[in-house]
């Protein structure tokens, strides 16, 4: 069993930064692309951005020059620093991991609970 567990999100002032983290732990073999989306009260989640093993990443446009994600393989850990939040930026982020568990097997899709970022003054 894998699982995902994400921490960081609060309350912040509009300019402030947060920092996520997500630990992805229980059998695995290896992790692919890790990746943040979110979703705001009544729209459809969305990517924020994604990072390949190698370290590669991918931003969504909105969150460009703002946002940086990255990662600790030797931890199966992603990050996500949010500097200069708009209230816009409000959602729950949610991590995502493609993580194989055994060399034989093919990489399945895990999701985390979710955290509450809330930019208000």
């Known amino acids: 069993q894998v699982q995902l567990v994400e921490s960081g999100g609060g309350l912040v002032q509009p300019g402030g930064s947060l920092r996520l983290s997500c630990a992805a732990s229980?059998?695995?073999?290896?992790?692919?692309?890790m990746g943040w989306y979110r979703q705001a009260p009544g729209k459809q989640r969305e990517l924020v951005a994604g990072i390949t093993s190698g370290g590669s990443t991918n931003y969504a446009d909105l969150v460009k020059g703002r946002f940086t994600i990255s990662r600790e393989n030797a931890k199966n850990t992603v990050y996500l620093q949010m500097n200069s939040l708009k209230r816009e930026d409000t959602a729950v982020y949610y991590c995502?991991?493609?993580?194989?568990?055994?060399?034989?097997?093919?990489?399945?899709?895990?999701w985390g609970q979710g955290t509450q970022v809330t930019v208000s003054s």
């Open positions: 995502n991991a493609d993580i194989r568990d055994s060399r034989w097997s093919p990489p399945l899709s895990y």
């Open positions: 229980g059998s695995i073999f290896s992790i692919n692309t």
